[in-house]
C-alpha cells in the first residue's frame, strides 16, 4: 500500500514570495490533516479536512496561509506571502475515518504522515 | 484547548536498558493517546497507542501506560537497541467525532548508546 505522498521535498523561498505544497493521502482515506514542524518542536495541526470539507482550521493563520481539497483526495497548502517565522516542515497526513465515538482497534483509525516539506524562508 | 506536556526533552541510555518518557494532558475530555516515532528527515510513524477505556497496552518491547485521574501517561521501552534512537512524540486528542487533529508534545530524543 502507498503511503502519503508529499511534494516538493524541500522549498527555499525569499520573504514575501509565495509558496504551495502538494499532498496525495492513502487511497481511500476520508481524514486530511495539514501540520506544521517547526524545529525542536512537535507538529501542530493548521487544518483538518473530511472528504473536501474543512473540519477544523482554527489554528490556521488565516492572512496568509490557504488550503483546499477540491475532490475530496489531493490537497494544496499555500502561503502567500511567506514571513520568516513559516520556515518548518510542512506534514501532510491521513487517517481512514473521522472519529465516531468509540474506536475500535483497526488499522484503518490509524494517522499516517508523509515525509513532509522542508521549507526555508530567507 | 489540549496542552500536552513531555519530558525529558533528551534521554541517554545504555543499549539492553530500559527508557521511560512521560507526558501530562490538560483536557479530561481526551480520550485517545497514540506515541509517535520520527526519524531524522521523515515523517512520524505510530509506534503505539491507548484509549482512555484502558490502562495499559504492550506491543514487544513496546508499552504505554495511562492514569486518566492524574492525567498522564508514559512510554515504556525495554532492552533499547541502536535502531530505538530517534525523537518520540506523544500526542492527545478527543476522538468523539468531528475535529480530532492531534496535539503533540514538544518530543524527547532519545540516545541508545552503544
Known amino acids: 500500500e502507498a503511503g502519503v505522498a508529499q511534494s516538493p521535498r524541500y522549498k527555499i523561498i525569499e520573504k514575501r514570495q509565495s509558496v504551495a505544497f502538494w499532498c496525495n493521502p492513502i487511497?481511500?482515506?476520508?481524514?486530511l490533516y495539514w501540520y506544521q514542524q517547526i524545529l525542536g518542536q512537535g507538529p501542530k495541526l493548521l487544518i483538518q479536512f473530511q472528504n473536501n470539507g474543512v473540519v477544523d482550521d482554527s489554528q490556521l493563520p488565516k492572512d496568509r496561509f490557504s488550503a483546499e481539497r477540491l475532490k475530496g483526495v489531493d490537497s494544496t497548502l499555500k502561503i502567500q506571502p511567506a514571513k520568516l517565522e513559516d520556515s518548518a516542515v510542512y506534514l501532510c497526513a491521513s487517517s481512514l475515518i473521522l472519529g465516531q465515538g468509540t474506536r475500535t482497534e483497526a488499522d484503518n483509525e490509524k494517522l499516517f504522515f508523509g515525509s513532509g516539506t522542508q521549507l526555508s524562508v530567507l | 484547548g489540549e496542552n500536552v506536556e513531555q519530558h525529558p526533552s533528551t534521554l541517554s541510555v545504555q543499549e539492553g536498558d530500559s527508557a521511560v518518557i512521560k507526558c501530562t494532558y490538560s483536557?479530561?475530555?481526551?480520550?485517545?493517546f497514540p506515541w509517535y516515532k520520527q526519524e531524522l528527515g521523515k515523517g512520524p510513524q505510530l509506534i503505539i497507542d491507548?484509549?482512555?477505556?484502558?490502562g495499559e497496552k504492550k506491543d514487544q518491547r513496546i508499552a504505554v501506560t495511562l492514569n486518566k485521574t492524574a492525567k498522564h501517561f508514559s512510554l515504556h521501552i525495554t532492552e533499547t537497541q541502536p535502531e530505538d534512537s530517534a525523537v518520540y512524540f506523544c500526542a492527545a486528542t478527543y476522538s468523539g467525532g468531528g475535529a480530532d487533529g492531534l496535539t503533540f508534545g514538544k518530543g524527547t530524543h532519545l540516545i541508545i548508546q552503544p
Open positions: 491507548i484509549r482512555s477505556n484502558v
Open positions: 487511497s481511500g482515506h476520508a481524514t
Open positions: 483536557d479530561s475530555a481526551s480520550n485517545y
